[in-house]
């Protein structure tokens, strides 16, 4: 059986994260109290159960109940039930902005004086155990809901026990660095197509816009460090036991120079064997 524990800050997309799991075959069990979840996973996981992937989702709804999740995480280890933790995550800014357009009362509302940022920041607080102790990160800052049902579909389609996932994603630094990337490599010292007209309104899928990217010794040199620092990394990264690995590359806008070299590396790793998907989060603006 496949146990997956979801949890993160409020307005961070826990819902439809739910909604794209159920999508795919798990059977999702919502707001349960942390003392719950052991009891839950020992039924699904007896001979006779249908319930081969789960996903609980516990957070702070569940008031002073949410304190006991890490004794019974450590309970559910303790009895040879193994799980992952994905932890849904969102800058201040975007949440409070969510909260505003919804007009949901945030669950350390009445706990708090200062509105909602001061929840948002207490909450933070109590979290940041979780979130450091997580197995997946997902920062849905700049994602839309497909875009968050389409990295979801990424990390949990395939069996969880198949070994590291790796996401390649580009992005353009003028919208935001991805707050759960491992690795962030910044390409914007390159020839930038944005100022060849005929390349301007073309991106890194394009192969004129790659030809012209790579057309310098100083791209294909920096892409021959990467790929040999990544090719370091990796190991010691599954020999550490994680379960995913972000590796990012920006530049300015995020449609040129970085989807070409996300492409490269992705490629690169594929041809390895690795687990990997690409991802271009900004190409589209």
């Known amino acids: ?29 919502d707001n349960m109290p942390p003392k719950l979840i052991s009891k839950v996973a020992e039924i699904c996981l007896a001979a006779d159960s249908k ?3 789960v996903a ?9 109940l949410f304190y ?3 004794e019974e995480l450590d309970e559910l280890q303790g009895k040879g039930l193994k799980y992952k933790l994905l932890f849904l995550d969102a800058t201040d800014q975007e949440l409070m902005r969510r909260y505003k357009e919804t007009r949901r009362r945030h669950p350390l509302a009445d706990l708090t004086s200062g509105g909602i940022g001061e929840a948002i920041r207490n909450e933070r607080v109590l979290l940041k155990p979780a979130r450091e102790r997580a197995d997946y ?11 968050l049902k389409q990295r979801m579909n990424n990390i949990f389609l395939d069996e969880l026990q198949n070994g590291m996932l790796i996401n390649v994603m580009s992005f353009g630094f003028k919208y935001g660095s991805p707050a759960e990337a491992d690795l962030v490599f910044d390409v914007r010292c390159l ?12 991106t890194g899928l394009d192969q004129e816009v790659r030809d012209y990217v790579m057309n310098s010794s100083s791209s294909m040199e920096l892409l021959d460090k990467l790929k040999d620092l990544i090719g ?5 990264y599954q020999k550490e036991g994680k379960s995913q690995l972000m590796i990012a590359v920006g530049c300015t806008g995020g449609k040129h120079r970085s989807v070409t070299f996300a492409e ?4 690169y790793l594929s041809e390895q064997g690795g687990n990997v998907r690409v991802v271009h989060r900004d190409i589209a603006k």
């Open 68 to 70: 006991g999740l890490f």
């Open 264 to 267: 490269n590396i992705y490629h």
């Open 232 to 236: 370091f990394l990796i190991p010691l």
């Open 1 to 29: 059986m496949d146990l997956l524990i979801v949890t993160g800050l409020s307005g961070a997309g826990k819902s439809r994260a739910i909604d794209a799991l159920e999508d795919i075959g798990f059977y999702c069990v």
């Open 137 to 147: 990160i997902i920062d849905t800052t700049h994602l839309s809901a497909n875009e």
């Open 56 to 64: 609980i989702v516990t957070d702070m709804r569940g008031g002073d």
């Open 191 to 202: 020839p930038n197509p944005y100022y060849v007209d005929a390349l301007k309104n073309k």
């Open 51 to 53: 319930f081969k992937r």
